[in-house]
């Protein structure tokens, strides 16, 4: 596990807008970034990937592969993997949501994933939840433990800012900014999507 992981606004935004476009459907993604010579891991980007998902699919696998190629286009690599629950309080890892982590851990052996937490979402509160493997068992992932509660002072998961999910509300509430947000299934029903960067939902001093 890295000594740390900081979630940039361009990613937490895009998977604050995943969840909140399609609020009643899992949805799922990847995380991109890189880790500092530190060990600190700087997630810097999100890539959505479905909302109608229930296992491994070979879209998903497809996603998957074009995913990993943007991000070593652009100098970085997959770092985690995100997913949101078709219920409020649904806040464990899928299987399918293991394994794509492990996929990601094969190729980052400090990957991460986070599972957003319904209850939590739309409130001050970073409501993502992270996951990690387990050292007894190479595909086996739970939920990180420590004293410090995620995203609060002293923890190793930070927000770059502590109001974005205040930020991310309003751009929500305000600008219906998650209705310009496409994954890769949107994608494949209209491929004039730009699921890969999804530039026009983000504000402009991103």
């Avoid at 909302?51 to 970085?76: F, K, R, V």
């Avoid at 980052?108 to 957003?116: E, M, N, P, T």
Wanted: charged share 20%.
């Amino acid at each position: 596990m890295a000594s740390s992981y900081t979630i940039s606004p361009q990613a937490y935004f895009k998977v604050f807008f995943h969840a909140a476009k399609h609020p009643h459907k899992p949805v799922n993604g990847v995380l991109l970034g890189n880790a500092d010579d530190t060990g600190a891991v700087i997630i810097e980007d999100a890539i959505p990937l479905l909302h109608q998902w229930t296992g491994l699919s070979p879209m998903m696998e497809i996603g998957l592969d074009l995913a990993g190629q943007h991000a070593e286009a652009n100098d970085m690599k997959l770092v985690g993997y995100y997913q949101a629950g078709e219920r409020l309080d649904d806040a464990a890892l899928a299987p399918v949501g293991e394994k794509v982590a492990e996929k990601v851990r094969a190729g980052f052996r400090d990957a991460v994933a986070f599972v957003i937490d319904g209850e939590q979402i739309g409130t001050d509160s970073a409501a993502l939840i992270p996951y990690v493997p387990q050292a007894s068992s190479s595909a086996s992932w739970r939920p990180h433990s420590s004293n410090v509660q995620p995203f609060s002072p002293g923890s190793i998961f930070q927000l770059f800012s502590n109001d974005l999910p205040s930020r991310a509300v309003a751009l929500v509430r305000d600008d219906y900014s998650h209705n310009s947000f496409g994954d890769f299934d949107d994608h494949l029903e209209d491929v004039s999507v730009d699921w890969l960067r999804n530039r026009t939902c983000l504000p402009a001093d991103i």
